[in-house]
């Protein structure tokens, strides 16, 4: 067993067909076909049933994919890793992030990086949900993880601040001229540009209202991060997305909420967050979590764990929430 054949296997597994990962992989299908027999011999017996239109995984193929998959990406770590002895003047950094941060955190800390060591490369690993992230994470993806923290997560953790949840309005909305803060309630009777049930901003968007009376009446929903403010400002609805990831130029109204809404990346211990409610003395934590860095494996990773830390969070990231003082407690 070599780690051609496990690539190979993997790619006839993700696409589903011997031609669509022939040509995925630049090689003659034949020697495709060949490299597999060989690993199902060796195995004994057959990984990939053969149908009529592409393949499928049989009962033995399903429980070796994971092992396989984990395989070839430790493998490609740890060619990484020994090139990154050689220096940062080459080579690759990957990362691996959740699409808003991917969005609002990294773009700038990623031009710092370049223009500094110009010669390397950034692959970007883009997960839509934090679980889907923490997976990754398990399975060795990335040289350095930025997102909320892993839930069971006991490695080393750079804590890189808060995000603030702001709320984009078309400027026909009537709430754009309005002289006060927008609270949750006052957006009950709205329509709202959502994120699909995978996303993970669809939780709190979702979490959020149900605690302040109301499910929110979707008209749009976009996988996309960086849709959703476009779409608000279109007039489709309004929509709720971190502060950072709000397009310059945007021809919409931005309003904070009333309380503020922050997302934090350090929950309570023994918790996975906290929601302050309306009129609390704290700002609203959500289980989502802010930006973390999780963990830096190689010296590549951690400089670049350097330089994000200082190139990013002042503009992106609120190092200390303010907090809407009205008097009244946080409910636990």
Request: with cysteine; proline share 8%; hydrophobic share 40%.
């Given at each position: 067993?070599?780690?051609?054949?496990?690539?190979?296997?993997?790619?006839?597994?993700?696409?589903?067909?011997?031609?669509r990962a022939a040509e995925r992989l630049l090689v003659a299908q034949p020697s495709l076909s060949q490299q597999i027999k060989s690993?199902?011999?060796?195995?004994?017996?057959?990984?990939?049933?053969?149908?009529?239109?592409?393949?499928?995984?049989?009962?033995?193929?399903?429980?070796?994919?994971?092992?396989?998959?984990?395989?070839?990406?430790?493998?490609?770590?740890?060619?990484?890793?020994?090139?990154?002895?050689?220096?940062?003047?080459?080579?690759?950094?990957?990362?691996?992030?959740?699409?808003?941060?991917?969005?609002?955190?990294?773009?700038?800390?990623?031009?710092?990086?370049?223009?500094?060591?110009?010669?390397?490369?950034?692959?970007?690993?883009?997960?839509?949900?934090?679980?889907?992230?923490?997976?990754?994470?398990?399975?060795?993806?990335?040289?350095?993880?930025?997102?909320?923290?892993?839930?069971?997560?006991?490695?080393?953790?750079?804590?890189?601040?808060?995000?603030?949840?702001?709320?984009?309005?078309?400027?026909?909305?009537?709430?754009?001229?309005?002289?006060?803060?927008?609270?949750?309630?006052?957006?009950?009777?709205?329509?709202?540009?959502?994120?699909?049930?995978?996303?993970?901003?669809?939780?709190?968007?979702?979490?959020?209202?149900?605690r302040a009376g109301f499910t929110p009446r979707k008209t749009v929903q976009t996988a996309q991060v960086a849709a959703a403010g476009?779409?608000?400002?279109?007039?489709?609805?309004?929509?709720?997305?971190?502060?950072?990831?709000?397009?310059?130029?945007?021809?919409?109204?931005?309003?904070?909420?009333?309380?503020?809404?922050?997302?934090?990346?350090?929950?309570?211990?023994?918790?996975?967050?906290?929601?302050?409610?309306?009129?609390?003395?704290?700002?609203?934590?959500?289980?989502?979590?802010?930006?973390?860095?999780?963990?830096?494996?190689?010296?590549?990773?951690?400089?670049?764990?350097?330089?994000?830390?200082?190139?990013?969070?002042?503009?992106?990231?609120?190092?200390?929430?303010?907090?809407?003082?009205?008097?009244?407690?946080?409910?636990?």
């Amino acid at each position: 067993m070599n780690l051609r054949q496990l690539d190979y296997f993997l790619a006839v597994a993700d696409e589903g067909s011997f031609t669509r990962a022939a040509e995925r992989l630049l090689v003659a299908q034949p020697s495709l076909s060949q490299q597999i027999k060989s690993l199902e011999q060796e195995l004994g017996g057959p990984l990939l049933e053969r149908l009529p239109k592409g393949v499928r995984l049989t009962a033995a193929g399903k429980a070796f994919i994971t092992e396989a998959r984990g395989a070839v990406t430790h493998a490609a770590s740890a060619r990484r890793s020994a090139r990154s002895v050689f220096g940062l003047e080459s080579g690759e950094l990957e990362v691996a992030t959740v699409t808003s941060v991917a969005f609002g955190v990294l773009p700038l800390a990623f031009r710092t990086w370049h223009e500094r060591y110009p010669g390397t490369t950034i692959a970007l690993r883009e997960y839509t949900h934090r679980s889907a992230l923490d997976d990754a994470v398990r399975m060795g993806v990335g040289d350095i993880a930025v997102g909320p923290r892993p839930a069971h997560w006991r490695g080393p953790v750079v804590d890189l601040g808060w995000e603030e949840f702001v709320v984009v309005l078309p400027t026909s909305d009537p709430l754009a001229k309005a002289d006060r803060g927008v609270t949750l309630e006052d957006l009950a009777e709205h329509d709202w540009v959502l994120f699909g049930p995978d996303h993970g901003l669809s939780a709190l968007a979702l979490d959020v209202c149900a605690r302040a009376g109301f499910t929110p009446r979707k008209t749009v929903q976009t996988a996309q991060v960086a849709a959703a403010g476009p779409l608000a400002a279109a007039g489709l609805g309004v929509t709720l997305i971190p502060g950072n990831v709000v397009p310059q130029g945007l021809d919409a109204t931005i309003r904070s909420l009333e309380p503020p809404l922050y997302a934090s990346s350090s929950p309570s211990p023994g918790r996975t967050g906290r929601l302050w409610p309306k009129r609390s003395s704290g700002p609203c934590r959500h289980s989502r979590g802010g930006p973390d860095l999780v963990p830096p494996r190689s010296s590549p990773s951690r400089a670049f764990t350097n330089r994000l830390v200082r190139s990013s969070a002042p503009r992106n990231v609120t190092r200390r929430p303010r907090r809407h003082r009205t008097g009244s407690k946080p409910a636990r």
